[in-house]
Each structure stands twice: as structure tokens, then as C-alpha cells.
């Protein structure tokens, strides 16, 4: 098993352990190329997809003395095909599509679901501006009088409706804080109250 020097004088190993490196780089590059292919795959279906169905909702009351600790009642919301977590929530009497979303801070509707709930574009003001991966964007500010996932019902919450189209309302940051805890358990999102 002997060693030598390639054209550029980097060592080149002929043993196993030389042939086992090679053979591990290929794989890696391999599995990085595989990667590569399913997220673009995976992004060219949308966020917004109307075959990906929204999570079954479960409240699950809390028992006995671990219930104070720990919070009354928990959401289970589970992943939908493409990992996102979608959720069908009743938002003012109508029913709204939403991806919970721990990159977005706020709630986030699309123009298409604002006017749904009633606001016309020409009756909002796109006042606010957002940093997206997509670049800045404009958005209006509005109250929700009531958001219902299941059993739970929020009341008087503050939103964003975005100036352009979109693909899927968003349920970020300021709506999971109101709960005492949110975690992931594999495909699971548990959300405590």
C-alpha cells in the first residue's frame, strides 16, 4: 500500500483507505446532487398547494398536576406531504387556508384570503414593509376579530395583508407566542396552552 504524487504533488493514497475516501466523496456529491433535485421539485409544487391537505387538528386536554405545569391543552398538528405544516383555522366566520410558519413574525394574509374576509384592496393601506428571502415587500395592517383552530378561539389579533398575490396565508411568530409552548416531534408540531 504505498503512496505517490500526483502531476500537482498532493499525496495520492492507492491502499483502501485511499480507494474508501474516494468512494465516500462520491457519495457525498452524489447525495448533494439527489438533495438538490427533491428541493427543487419540492418547491416547484408551492407552498400553497391545494392537493397537500391541512393538518388534523387534536386538542388534547392536560391531566392532573402535570396540566399546570405544562399548560391545560395542546394542539397536535401533523406535517403535511412536503413537511409544512398547514392548518385550516376559522378566522372572523370564514374559513382560511394557513402554514404555520416559524420564519414569519407576524400573521400574513394573502390578497385573495383578505378579501374572502372583506377587505377589498382599495379599502387598505400598505403601509408597512417586510424583509423577505424574496426581497422587500408591502404589506397592510389590519385586526382579525377571532381566530379559531379547533376548541381554541383568539380574539383581536393583529395581521398583515401583503399587496401582491401569494400563494398561502401565514400564521408566524406573533400567533405562537400566545401559546406557553410550541414544539417539533418528527412530523408533529404540539402547540400548549
Known sequence: MADYRDEGGAVVSTGL???????AAAVV???LVVVLLIDRNDGMAGLGDPEEPAAQVAAVPGAGAQAGSQGGSEIVLKAGAHGHFMVDATVDGEVIRFLVDTGAS???????DAE???WS???LTFSQRYETANGEIRA??????SVRIGQLE?????ASVGEAPGSISLLGMSFLKRFESYEFRGDTMILTW
Open 154 to 158: 383568539f380574539y383581536d389579533l393583529p
Open 17 to 23: 483507505l485511499g480507494h474508501t475516501l474516494r468512494l
Open 140 to 145: 397592510a395592517p389590519v385586526e382579525l376579530r
Open 121 to 123: 384592496k382599495e379599502r
Open 29 to 31: 456529491v452524489v447525495g
Open 106 to 112: 407576524s400573521i400574513f394574509l394573502t390578497p385573495q
Open 116 to 118: 374572502t374576509l372583506g
